[in-house]
């Protein structure tokens, strides 16, 4: 074939149907080259809603952002695609939150390290809070910049928190405990901080039934805040871990659990629509 034949209407469908055998789909395949109306008229032969689609997915493919790193270590550890990337989407666990977090809980714990008595209330002041900070900054509209996508796929609210309050879990409770291994003589204080944390933890997780995880998460906030002041004012800052009140952290993060399970599938969770 040469630049002045042009294929035939009748040709050029089968082609585009595959039945114009190899002989003629070659010289049609060689002659489209360098045929510009011939490529005009074969349009015509073609489906456009399926290139469409073919097109689609290949300009997705072309522009979608490599998954973050977070991401691609839930999907390594066995967390399917779709929980991985909306698990990932939150904003305490982008690895600006995580960062940011590693050099504050340094910061602290060399505070507890090195400033006796007032770095230890900051350490105290700061740790049990940490879990908190994350469950709060998990979930919802004020926080959530893929909230709205969440909302729209087929997850209910309670299944999307706790999997990202697991994972905000298990990201920054390491990051506390190795700060917790600066304190000095590793005492009972590096790991009992663990009891009113996970107990915080639970009750904003059930205080999150009612209102948005960042108004419970601020609530306890303020309170762990002045409980601590107040014993540092005294100079007593580890009497917020005193024996007699572990117990108390114990009951209330087990009442909260419990109330946490009893309402996490109604459909009022997180302000969700009833």
């Known amino acids: 074939m040469n630049s002045t034949w042009h294929a035939g209407d009748a040709l050029l469908a089968r082609y585009v149907r595959g039945d114009a055998g190899p002989l003629y789909g070659a010289s049609i395949e060689q002659h489209l080259t360098h045929c510009a109306p011939c490529r005009a008229r074969i349009a015509t032969h073609v489906e456009a809603a399926p290139l469409e689609m ?11 952002p ?13 967390v399917s695609e779709p929980d991985a990337l909306l698990v990932a989407v939150a904003p305490s666990l982008r690895m600006s939150w995580l960062f940011g977090l590693a050099v504050t809980l340094g910061f ?15 350490f105290l002041l700061v740790a049990p809070l940490v879990p908190v900070a994350g469950v709060a900054f998990a979930y919802g509209p004020e ?3 893929a909230y709205e996508v969440g909302v729209a796929v087929p997850y209910s609210a309670s299944r999307l928190l706790l999997l990202r309050v697991a994972a905000v879990l298990a990201t920054s409770l390491p990051l506390v405990l190795a700060a917790a291994s600066l304190l ?17 933890t639970a009750v904003t997780l059930a205080a999150s039934t009612w209102i948005r995880p960042t108004f419970a998460g601020a609530a306890i906030g303020v309170a762990w805040i002045c409980a601590v002041g107040v014993a540092s004012v005294g100079g007593q800052a580890p ?4 024996p007699a009140l572990l117990p108390v952290y114990t009951a209330a993060g087990v009442a909260a659990a ?17």
Request: charged share 20%.
């Open 54 to 64: 073919v097109w689609r997915s290949i300009r997705e493919q072309a522009q979608a």
């Open 66 to 78: 490599p998954p973050a790193l977070v991401e691609r270590v839930l999907r390594r550890v066995g």
């Open 108 to 122: 602290v714990g060399l505070s507890a390290k090195y400033g006796g008595d007032r770095g230890l209330a900051f």
């Open 143 to 145: 926080v959530d910049p």
């Open 184 to 200: 000095p003589g590793l005492s009972w204080t590096a790991v009992s901080w663990l009891l009113p944390a996970l107990a915080f």
């Open 239 to 242: 009497a917020v871990l005193r």
């Open 258 to 274: 419990l109330v946490l399970r009893v309402r996490i599938h109604r459909p009022t969770l997180l302000g969700s629509p009833s």
